[in-house]
């Protein structure tokens, strides 16, 4: 057999295949090892019937044809695994030429990850520097407020509704979500909803109906709505007043092991701290990315920045039928424009997160970065809780988590790595 490579733009290989007429035979006789399963020959049980009688059976171009799909799948993936190529996708295959006792030849157009040549990260990470973490009495005392309003008491009230009390209503409006009734609770001055939505339920009480007027905000993302006033069809189902414990050290008591409200507000001031620490040093971990990022040079594989696009557009998708209630339909109609159009918005942030993805890679193996199957297994059992991987495997694909893991912990300690460097 022959093989040629030729380098392609955008991260890309042609791979063609030539295989003798010899070789080609063996894959034949593979074709109509498989076919003899499913033709039907008159006496003999499927399987069973001498070759010869049913290759008489099949059509010399589907025989042909079954013989190009088995030599092009065991020829290429045999020539992956051995050329250690780091292929992305399924390939593109043509078929140069076929015919019975002749030799077989084919191209596979593949995506494979590109070469990345990584600047001076090292001095990079060494330049990046980390904020200092400072918690204030104003955040303290919001967090606290919360707690408090988690531990409310909610009385049916048959009274207008005020703000501050817990509210239960239907709605609808023929602007968004195809005019659909939408349920939602909320605290009555605190559920966030458009300017003047709120101010028009106050004073309902349990059973009205009434019509609301809004206004969309200038920044919506249905565009055609954008600071545009609409009526809503509000009805209340019901009112209940909110009553807040007494912020004081038996407040404290009953949110744990907190003798006084001093000792939760230290509590809480260490939590918010912890909190804080942790998202410094995640924006720390992508500024030295994004810096080495900026400088390293690769060619951008377009078949990733594709599928990134995508896991985009997906996310999008999700937000809109969820958060915003609306069928991506809709979505569509209302900023006017396509699903490939939208996409299309997302290239820069698909090419950022795949340099990032790419950068890493690179540097872990400049680092000789690795993770162990202990070391996975540990975390993996860590992460089960005490569960067995036999109790484990109904609720989730163990191998595809084990994968995930080996991912996480590679990262991170590629990241602490730069830490490292960025301390000294």
Do not use: C, W
């Amino acid at each position: 057999m022959e093989i040629k490579q030729k380098k392609l733009p955008k991260s890309q290989l042609e791979i063609t295949f030539e295989l003798t007429a010899e070789e080609f035979k063996e894959h034949a006789e593979h074709a109509l090892g498989h076919l003899k399963h499913h033709v039907k020959v008159d006496g003999f049980r499927p399987g069973k019937a001498p070759a010869k009688m049913v290759e008489d059976k099949i059509k010399p171009e589907v025989l042909l044809m079954e013989a190009g799909d088995h030599a092009v799948q065991h020829v290429y993936v045999d020539y992956i695994k051995q050329s250690k190529l780091e292929a992305v996708g399924n390939p593109e295959v043509k078929i140069l030429k076929i015919a019975n006792g002749s030799p077989f030849s084919f191209t596979a157009t593949i995506t494979v990850l590109p070469d990345v040549e990584l600047p001076d990260y090292k001095e990079i990470a060494k330049k990046v520097k980390g904020k200092e973490i400072s918690v204030t009495e104003e955040e303290i005392q919001d967090s606290i407020n919360y707690m408090q309003k988690t531990r409310a008491k909610f009385t049916l009230k048959n009274a207008p509704a005020e703000k501050k009390d817990f509210v239960e209503i239907k709605y609808n409006n023929p602007d968004i979500n195809n005019g659909k009734e939408v349920e939602d609770k909320f605290i009555l001055g605190e559920g966030g909803f458009l300017k003047g939505f709120e101010d028009g339920v106050v004073g309902m009480k349990s059973g009205d109906e009434k019509e609301v007027k809004a206004i969309f905000p200038e920044n919506s993302p249905m565009k055609n709505l954008a600071g545009k006033e609409s009526i809503f069809k509000v009805k209340m189902i019901s009112v209940q007043k909110m009553e807040l414990p007494e912020i004081n050290d038996e407040f404290a008591k009953q949110l744990g092991a907190f003798d006084t409200l001093v000792a939760l507000k230290t509590s809480m001031k260490e939590g918010i701290a912890m909190e804080k620490t942790e998202q410094e040093k995640q924006r720390k971990r992508g500024e030295i990315l994004e810096k080495i990022a900026e400088k390293a040079k690769f060619e951008m594989p377009e078949a990733m920045v594709e599928y990134e696009k995508q896991r985009f557009l997906e996310d999008l998708k999700n937000r809109i039928t969820q958060s915003i209630k609306i069928t991506f339909e809709d979505y569509l109609a209302s900023v006017k424009k396509t699903e490939a159009e939208i996409k299309e918005t997302y290239q820069k942030e698909a090419e950022k997160r795949l340099r990032g993805f790419l950068v890493l890679r690179e540097l872990g193996k400049k680092e000789n970065v690795e993770v162990s199957d202990k070391e996975v297994e540990e975390e993996v059992a860590k992460a089960l809780k005490g569960k067995t991987l036999r109790q484990a495997q109904g609720e989730i694909d163990i191998d595809q988590f084990r994968e995930y893991t080996k991912g996480v912990m590679y990262n991170e300690k590629i990241f602490q790595l730069l830490e490292n460097l960025s301390q000294n």
